[in-house]
């Protein structure tokens, strides 16, 4: 009987701690990326490549079948006319689903619309403001530049486009798998600044002392001097200038890595006299960009490493981030895995009487903390963070709510 006893004492209070023990809080952060229901792949149903890059795609990411959109074309030239576009970008148009903020395309030519590149006409429209009104202008900036949004077609009614470029089915298939293996990886690489003997081009080089100051605090941040990298396995960002760079076959780049040259043709995909922007995705880069016409060497058109390196760790997908980078993008164009995010992570550490949320992903700003007992509300206000970059821990003090929210008080601050 004394251990029947002890037996029902112990079971009540088991049970009684079963009962009132506390589910994990729910963090609710504010939106920083898009996501891939937001993304439509374009496709060429005349491209059987592009069939194939398409399909791959969307069941790898798992888009929704309705994002898909159909057009047809002739493939394997350079560029298309102004007429032939606007009639196949008044289909896309028709077919996009209203909650669309960016298209991926899937062919690597044609890569040019007359004076832009097919991934601006597609993100901003055929706009001749857009492209140089004579040799060595400059052309219309966009909004995007440096911007925070993570809803473009919201905000600025353009889609930035990205095009998953690939001349045989088993490099799109590569660079497919190398973006989605890179997602919140938080990757140990390294940024190389390179500066080289090409001066005429090497016009990002003076900004390169200022990234270093910022990125070196938490990414191994390089600065070198020299025409081309060897021989390095941990290769996360590469800049630099040259027509043709050397070395890459001795290179090992991370997945979700970012690579570019700053050249006159880099973005003629399939037939540039010069390096192709295709030949970083073939060495591993997951993203690059390239010029599809004479566009001079002005900083403003090309990515501007410190605004490409900023929203990247900060959690975003590559198309945003690299278009972001670029103030005058008409006659670049952005290659890669558009939904690559390597730094979009969230761990979360419960400890006695406080939460700690490990990202990067939360932009600099004055934001509130709220609280709630339902995912519903009601919420109330807890505290106020002024938050820099980058941000290491976010520390909410644990006072029983099931729900904690973050909302910003005013618009996120740009890093200088």
Known sequence: MKHRHLYTLLATVLLSTTVTARAEPRIILPKHRLDASELAIIVNDADPLSRQIA??????RDIPESNLIHINFAPERSAL??????????????????SIQAYALTWAAPYRVECMSITSAFALGF???????????????????????????TDFKMRPT????????????ALIDRGIASDGSRPKGTAYLVSTTDTARNVRAQVYPQIKKVFSRFLNTEVVRLNALLNRNDVLFYFTVLLRVDGLDSLKFLPGAVADHLTSS??????????????????GATGSYGSVVEPCAYPSKFPNPGVMMQHYVQGETLIEAYWKSVQMPG??????????????????????????????SIKPGVYQLQSSPTMIGPFKSELTYQIGFPLDALRIPDRGAAVYRLAPLQPPVPVR
């Open 55 to 60: 399909h791959y795609y969307q069941q790898q």
């Open 81 to 98: 006319t102004a007429e032939e576009f606007a009639a196949l970008k008044h289909q896309v148009d028709a077919a996009t689903p209203a």
């Open 127 to 153: 706009d001749k403001r857009y492209c140089s009104a004579k040799t060595c202008a400059l052309t219309q900036a966009t909004a995007y530049f440096g911007s925070d949004s993570a809803a473009p077609y």
């Open 162 to 173: 990205m095009s998953i470029a690939a001349t045989d089915f088993l490099e799109a298939k």
């Open 266 to 283: 880099g973005g003629k995909l399939t037939d540039s006299k010069q390096m192709s922007a295709l030949r970083w995705l073939e060495a």
């Open 331 to 360: 006659e670049g164009i952005f290659i890669g895995e558009p939904l690559a995010a390597p730094f979009d992570f969230q761990d979360i550490e419960q400890k006695p009487g406080e939460i700690l949320v490990h990202t990067w």
